[in-house]
DNA sequence: TTGAAAGCGGTACCAT
DNA sequence: ATGGTACCGCTTTCAA
């Protein structure tokens, strides 16, 4: 049932096993003839080298571990697109495990990788483990595997970090709602919880700060969704901005509902993909943060970093943009 | 810069290897007090079992591989979630790899996985796979690793499968939509060269043929889209069977831009997400396949093989439902 | 040009 | 209760 080893072969062609690696490694050291005997039978019995074997022998894994605490959420699906692109370009692989949100199954998988699996690690965390704020588990091991924090990352961890601009890309969102004539902005959010959520939050707000109270709706999608029917009318609100897909899109379900939205008078900014805020009708306003290129750029950076461990942890910030649609189109 | 080693504890400790082996593995061989000494040192210095040593003295990965062709389209991305689950109730991990739908990648993975990183393999094959029909890779492991098919399958390769009832699914909203009252029902689809596209396609013909031509459209979305907005009056369309998200959301387009889906002079069924089926305006009908039961279903069968490697191949349909929305409510 | 042997980091059998 | 040793499959140094 198994793979036939180089042991196995060197029994077979009556040549010792070093002679057997070397051939198949095209060791000068090796006859043209001993080689030929030799590839033909490994390509005879399909032998595969062990990889296993070969790591321990090594050191290391040739692989990359990446931790998401999902896929499904658009961003995270697009950075790890970027990761694997770049990644590819060398002889890495790439190892994915996905956490959905949980601190206990996040703490498993960096455990099960570190333990020889893998040469590094690149890591969005969990919402449980910002929502816990405990990076025991990143902390110990950063100084025996290389880590890249991406997107939700924490200041408790000395590493590379790739970041999106998240409290800008807010700041100035709202405040193009603003030139625009909006008066009483209110945010949506579900992820409140995640250090993103507090940056954008904060951006909402220094944005808003001269103009009105802050009007936050936080919780889960139904939450916000029920929230937000009660409130828009109350509250007079005319524009709103919503920090994720849940958001936006419970957003969007109350405006179609309330007939608000195709008219111009609840104008909405939201992040979502680009599939489907293009496809709504009318179609969302987003701030879409370039998950490929974050992606892409963390791989660069740890990468690198296997190439020189000695150089100075960096962070990188990648700027989101707007990418304006119907849902901001109509005056107020 | 590496974990701490057995020896280097021995080391440390002054006992031999052996000893400090069976104390951390709780042997009753091991005095209490040494068990303690032991125990403490190995968490001080933060020890951790070499995961690659571990699995090649024992001659297993404890690991299961899942190769997938693409994570953004919904239907793989559930089926990963039911596989996870699955998995994750057993002490086996999960390596996923992603082939972006490329033959060559595919290969790659397969070698990759095969040469001991993992136990058994559950893949769904690419795109470029199915056109080129080349199943070598896949033929020549299934003796040696546990192998599991899924979605997009081969009669080629000897394992264990599950599936969609794509031809009855497509077959019976086909008989569905006529039953409505449609009349002339069309088929487009990107994904033509797909085993499951070819079934789908068999039962959109056999589903019309006492009724009309077959209409079929293919291509990539673009060409799709552009080609139904040519043919929809030309060939006085009155329904749309979709077969994959980029057609079904290349349909929706043409039919917003033609305003034909509101009212129902256009009918559609197309397969997407729950997510972006449900926001469209109209809501669209959907084939339902059931992707996190399939993946479920999957790892089930793979991980009983594990167990039982002298069980009959087996082959498990999963049954696709049909989501009834908008696209399909008004009369023709 | 070929082969013997050590070693990667563990486990487990057999002595002591 | 503890230690010595062989072994998993491969690479690599050194000797022949």
Chains 1, 2 share one sequence.
């Not at 180089?6 to 000068?28: F, G, P, Y």
């Not at 700041?171 to 902005?185: D, T």
């Not at 959010?189 to 250090?195: D, F, G, K, P, Y």
Request: a neutral charge.
């Amino acid at each position: 049932m198994k793979n036939i080893t180089l042991k196995e072969l060197s029994k077979m062609l009556d040549v010792s096993i070093s002679t057997i690696s070397k051939a198949l490694n095209d060791s000068h050291e090796i006859s043209i003839s001993t080689k030929e005997r030799v590839r033909e039978a490994a390509k005879q019995y399909n032998y595969k080298p062990n990889r296993t074997a070969i790591n321990l022998k090594s050191g290391r894994a040739s692989t990359i571990g990446v931790i998401l605490p999902s896929i499904k959420n658009f961003f995270l699906s697009r950075a790890l697109r970027g990761i694997e692109n770049e990644v590819a370009k060398t002889d890495y692989n790439i190892i994915i495990c996905v956490t959905n949100e949980s601190y206990k199954k996040e703490v498993q998988y960096v455990q099960a990788l570190t333990n020889g699996l893998v040469d590094a690690i690149i890591i969005a965390v969990s919402e449980e483990t910002q929502v816990l704020e405990n990076y025991d588990h990143l902390t110990n091991i950063s100084k025996y595997t290389n880590l890249l924090m991406f997107d939700r990352v924490s200041d408790d961890v000395k590493c590379d970090k790739v970041m999106v601009n998240d409290y800008e890309a807010v700041l100035n969102a709202v405040k193009e709602l603003q030139f625009m004539g909006r008066k009483r902005i209110a945010l949506a959010a579900t992820i409140h919880n995640l250090s993103v959520g507090q940056l954008r939050i904060k951006g909402y707000e220094d944005a808003i700060k001269d103009s009105h109270e802050p009007i936050i709706i936080t919780g889960p999608e139904k939450r916000v969704e029920k929230e937000l029917d009660k409130m828009i009318e109350s509250e007079d609100i005319d524009a709103i901005i919503a920090l994720d897909e849940e958001a936006s899109l419970a957003t969007f379900r109350v405006g179609k509902k309330k007939d608000i939205l195709d008219s111009g008078k609840l104008a909405l900014v939201g992040y979502a993909g680009r599939t489907i805020s293009e496809h709504l009708t009318p179609s969302m306003t987003t701030i879409n943060q370039h998950g490929k290129r974050v992606g892409r750029t963390a791989a660069e950076l740890l990468l690198s970093r296997l190439e020189n461990n000695d150089k100075e942890i960096e962070k990188v910030i990648i700027d989101s943009s707007l990418y304006k649609r119907e849902t901001t189109n109509k005056p107020s």
